[in-house]
């Protein structure tokens, strides 16, 4: 079967390799992948630049789908020509993220999906959404599913609040669909005056252009009356993450999950006291949050925004499409 490999820090280790089929022990199943797509994490681990080391060679990607061949031994829940996706942690079921959740994530501690076939436990194994083609589903086990877990997880949004995503790529694009989904209003923020338009046609009602206004949170008060949003998607951090705490309302939720703007920052504290905002740390999610999202996905009819489609022969332009930052939600491989 053919395979990409990661051998080393930068996209020039990136090969096309050969490697045996695998075969599917007890409890496992053999998934042909007919889809992958890229996240933020999988381009700062194939630069060489994530937060944790990774073994080489790896097979980079954590989000793939595709049909089942064959099924070892003892499984039952899976057969073969199911559609279905992999979990972004194989191996954590339900509850919270532990300290070895961490460790055990699909394209960084494991190998990832970007081959022609892959072997997972079954038990880690998600059933796409109905009438979902392979280059959407894609697209949900690392994006979407924290999306998902930022607005449901813990605090569930409710209709009619408003939600505050920050950039257009994948989570807050998947944020923006789930606030949707549940009748609430999306004020996104973007550098780009063109990517906002796009975001308005996916359902933004209200949108910032922090190349005009770099104040942000000052902007989302002006939008807001004085009162601040119910929740914001945060995939900024770092510098600019007392923004967030002055553009969400009293009460409300700062959802802590991506590192564009830095990994580290001043907080301003009395502001999360004072105001009793709830800040919680995202990490993806769990399989049963996984299966909970797609049934959701599968009821309705909404779809996510895909901005590139590339051959499993142009995985590096996807790459270094990705990295570029000019792609409106998703960039996905078709194998
Ligand atoms: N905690 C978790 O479980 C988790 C899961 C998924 C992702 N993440 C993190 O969340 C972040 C976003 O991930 P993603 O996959 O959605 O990324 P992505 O698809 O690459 O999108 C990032 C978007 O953010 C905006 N942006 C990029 N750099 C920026 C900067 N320096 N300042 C302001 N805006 C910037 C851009 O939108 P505009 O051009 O429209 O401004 C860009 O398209 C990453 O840090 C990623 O590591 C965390």
């Known amino acids: 079967m053919k395979t990409y490999e990661l051998t080393g820090k930068g996209l020039e280790h990136l090969t096309l390799v050969s490697r045996e089929k695998p075969i599917p022990k007890k409890g496992e199943v053999l998934i042909r992948i007919r889809a992958a797509s890229l996240n933020y994490r999988d381009l700062m681990i194939a630069k060489g630049v994530y937060r944790r080391e990774v073994c080489y060679p790896l097979i980079p990607l954590s989000d ?3 049909e089942v061949e064959a099924v070892g031994e003892g499984v039952s829940d899976c057969k073969a020509g ?3 996706m992999g979990s972004f942690f194989p191996f954590f079921y339900d509850g919270l993220v532990g300290p070895e959740t961490d460790r055990r994530a699909l394209g960084g501690d494991l190998d990832g999906v970007l081959s022609e076939y892959i072997v997972l436990s079954s038990e ?3 059933k796409i959404p109905a009438g979902w083609s392979f280059e959407e589903a894609s697209t949900l086990p690392c994006a979407a599913l924290t999306a998902w877990n930022a607005l449901y997880g813990a605090v569930p949004l409710l209709p009619g609040q408003t939600v505050l ?3 257009t790529g994948g989570v807050s694009m998947y944020a923006t669909l789930f606030a949707r989904m549940g009748g609430a209003r999306v004020i996104a923020t973007s550098r780009s005056s063109g990517k906002l338009l796009k ?8 949108i910032i252009d922090t190349s005009r206004s770099p104040d942000w949170d000052a902007s989302v008060h002006e939008i807001t009356s004085g009162r601040g949003v ?3 998607v945060d995939v900024l951090g770092g510098e600019s993450f007392n923004r967030s705490l002055r553009a969400v309302r009293a009460g409300g939720q700062v959802s802590v999950i991506g590192v564009l703007s830095g990994t580290s920052g001043l907080v ?3 502001l999360i006291l004072g105001k009793a905002i709830g800040v919680r740390g995202i990490y993806v999610g769990n399989r049963r949050q996984l299966e909970e999202m797609a049934r959701a996905l599968g009821n309705g009819s909404h779809r996510p925004a895909i901005d590139a489609v590339f051959p ?3 995985v590096r332009n996807a790459f270094t499409a990705l990295d570029k930052g000019d792609h409106f939600g998703k960039i996905v491989v078709r194998l």
């Open 64 to 66: 793939g789908s595709g």
């Open 82 to 84: 199911d559609r279905v």
């Open 124 to 126: 880690s194994v998600v």
């Open 165 to 167: 995503v920050l950039g």
């Open 199 to 206: 975001m308005k046609n996916f359902g933004a009602e209200e």
């Open 230 to 232: 119910d929740h914001v």
């Open 268 to 270: 301003d504290t009395a």
């Open 312 to 314: 499993f022969s142009e």
